[in-house]
């Protein structure tokens, strides 16, 4: 695992040029260019927005929904990019593949970098709409980057996972979409997480995702800390499921070659 | 020897699995956790078995084999992409695997990122690339070209700049597989050039080619790979010529075999190539007469055949053609065609002789065979002496005359 690690940070340059390459590819002959990592979460916010406290009414205290949705659209948004761009990544390089040796997992690794980009990108416009809705901030957002970063490794542990698995069973492809659409429902991205009836929330909250979105939330609008014991949860999910995933894919990655 | 090897294989044996995988998800799913079942002994094949050698540092060892031998195998784990089902590859220093022309090069990127991309997946630091950066632009030719995305280079430019970058990786063994055959006729030369500087300057290669003049211009040492086994090394003259004769003895047999197959008529089973007295002979000086005799085998007579002969030089110059007309035609059996040369007259170099029997009336190519080499010993052209021509210096004479 240490030689591994060692040989990841020897070949640290390669990632920063590949995550370079996909930013770059991405927007390149796209008239808006890099406006779209920002017109992607913007539009489904607007969208929601209409439907969700227009029509639907659905109660977010005093805290306007266009701001309440956009925060979980973005924390989304990071999400299913990088695994949509994560999982397919090895198989849509094979000749490099095939025929070169670097450590793999930079090739998902980037993938998820490169979402966190556009994350950056689209999270630029947050900042004038907390100005526009006068939501006073409090210093407990200083905890946002160690949330993000849980969030991160626990990205980064499925999509090792699924790109490793897209390599062997091509199947991966199609599920992933439909996965990737019933999560969205299960998360409290157009809803809060406190319209679930009380009794559920233990299960509810199992899903990282859904705690990782709710703690956004907390520590922005409501200045609450997140809830410890889901929160430190998804902190040992995350632990377990990138330490397992990263041991499985560098395992897994002995076949690549041979099988892709 | 006292060099030490930068390469050691012991009994290294590669197998795979045969037929597709379709193992189910949910069998999958049960392996993330629990090993894989050993496959049966008749659904694997032996790629390579057995293999052992090392490979000194400053060698340059060539590896030819038909395809199927398990040439690219061997590349692949020496590379580390796979690894061997059993045995023990042992590597010193680092190394450098030129297989993949352009890895990870993208059509919307210029040439400049692309000189990057690619040199980091070669495994160059970001400074490495910065220092030699003017020299791959250049040594690929396309100053004006570098901030053009490289979808817009022509094929040439795009291979020379693949090329390029691979060129000058830094590396103390090199692997190499056919990166010799892009490019035209001159950049060809160059990059053979630049892959004989890299020789004198000691770098230990392994070089993987279908292209035999290549292999032998560069290698010292050559291996010759049959379904998985090593079945002769030594010197590169020798290897190359079991290597051929196993070729023809696959081509006579298949034709012998199968008589009229897709319009094959007759093979070239031999190019011969003989001094005054018949002796064979690889070495010829320019002023020495030269026989050059085209054994073929025919399934079927042809009437109004043509022997073609050419020779040229090793960069592919055309320095001669001409046909002998068989007036006899061709009958079943075994024949042969020759052209004697009285003297050869050609500059010292390497140059390869390829065979063709054609018909006389109708566009038609009955036979095909190149590859044959002989040498006209001596220096080679440089800057004062050129050409292909070499007359009589003894009879003709130079002299500078002021009037």
């Known amino acids: 695992m240490i030689d591994h690690l060692r040989k990841l940070l020897a070949a640290r340059e390669l990632l920063y040029t590949w995550v370079g ?76 593949v095939s025929k070169i040796n670097f450590p793999r997992e930079i090739l998902p690794l980037a993938a998820v970098l490169v979402s966190v980009i556009d994350f950056a990108i689209a999270g630029v416009i947050f900042l004038p709409m907390l100005w526009w809705y006068q939501v006073p901030l409090s210093p407990l957002i200083l905890l946002l980057p160690l949330l993000l970063l849980l969030q991160l490794g626990f990205t980064f542990g499925l999509a090792l996972v699924g790109a490793a698995v897209n390599v062997f069973y091509r199947d991966v492809r199609f599920i992933i979409p439909l996965a990737l659409q019933i999560w969205f429902y299960l998360s409290p991205i157009i809803y809060p997480a406190e319209m679930i009836p009380a009794a559920w929330r233990p299960l509810y909250f199992l899903n990282p995702m859904a705690v990782f979105i709710d703690s956004y939330r907390r520590v922005i609008f409501f200045h609450t800390w997140p809830e410890w014991p889901y929160l430190g949860l998804s902190l040992l999910v995350t632990l377990l499921l990138t330490g397992w995933a990263y041991r499985y894919f560098k395992q897994a990655e002995r076949e690549f070659a041979d099988l892709i | 020897m006292s060099k030490q090897a930068m390469i050691a294989l012991e009994h290294v ?212 790979l049959e379904q998985g086994h090593i079945v002769a090394e030594g010197l590169p003259g020798p290897i190359i010529q079991q290597y051929r004769q196993q070729q023809r003895q696959k081509l006579i047999t298949r034709t012998v075999a199968e008589p009229n197959q897709d319009g094959e008529r007759v093979i070239i089973t031999d190019v011969e190539m003989l001094d005054e007295a018949e002796r064979p002979q690889k070495e010829v000086d320019p002023q020495d007469s030269f026989l050059i005799r085209v054994h073929y085998l025919a399934a079927a007579p042809i009437e109004h055949p043509i022997g073609k002969i050419r020779v040229r030089r090793a960069d592919g110059l055309l320095c001669l053609e001409l046909r002998v007309f068989m007036e006899t035609g061709i009958t079943v059996g075994k024949g042969y065609y020759q052209l004697f040369i009285q003297p050869i007259q050609l500059t010292p170099d390497i140059y390869t002789v390829e065979a063709t029997i054609i018909d006389r009336h109708k566009p038609m190519v009955y036979a095909f065979h190149s590859g044959e080499m002989f040498t006209v010993p001596g220096q080679l052209a440089d800057m004062d002496r050129g050409g292909i021509f070499y007359p009589n210096v003894e009879g003709s004479y130079i002299s500078g005359v002021n009037e």
């Open chain 1, 21 to 96: 390459r996909e930013f770059k590819v991405r927007y390149s002959q796209s008239i808006l260019g890099i406006a779209w990592a920002i017109i992607q979460p913007f539009s489904l916010m607007v969208i929601f927005s209409l439907v969700f406290s227009l029509v639907l009414r659905v109660p977010t205290g005093e805290i306007a929904y266009p701001v309440f949705a956009y925060i979980g659209l973005l924390a989304w948004t990071l999400f299913s990019n990088s695994l949509n761009f994560a999982i397919p990544s090895l198989v849509n390089n094979l000749n490099l």
């Open chain 2, 13 to 224: 044996s590669k197998s795979y699995q045969l037929g597709v995988h379709q193992r189910s998800l949910r069998e999958a799913l049960t392996q993330l956790w629990r090993p894989r079942p050993k496959p049966s002994d008749k659904d694997i094949f032996w790629a390579l078995e057995d293999i052992n050698f090392t490979v000194p540092q400053g060698e340059v060892l060539g590896i030819i084999g038909h395809n199927g031998a398990g040439k690219s195998t061997l590349l692949k784990l020496l590379s580390d992409v796979t690894y061997p089902t059993r045995g023990r590859i042992h590597k010193q220093g680092r190394l450098a695997a030129l297989i993949e022309l352009g890895a990870g090069f993208h059509p919307d990127l210029t040439g400049r990122e692309n000189v990057f991309l690619n040199g980091a997946i070669l495994g160059l630091k970001r400074r490495e690339i910065q220092a030699q950066f003017d020299a791959i632009v250049a040594f690929a030719e396309i100053e004006k070209f570098i901030d053009t995305p490289v979808k817009r280079y022509s094929s040439g430019m795009y291979v020379r700049l693949a090329f390029a970058v691979a060129a000058h990786v830094q590396a103390d063994v090199l692997l190499v597989d056919e990166v010799l055959s892009v490019g035209d006729a001159s950049f060809q030369q160059k990059s053979l050039d630049k892959m004989l500087e890299m020789r004198e300057q000691g770098a230990t290669v392994i070089f993987v080619s279908h292209n035999l003049w290549s292999v032998a211009a560069f290698c010292h040492r050559v291996l010759l």
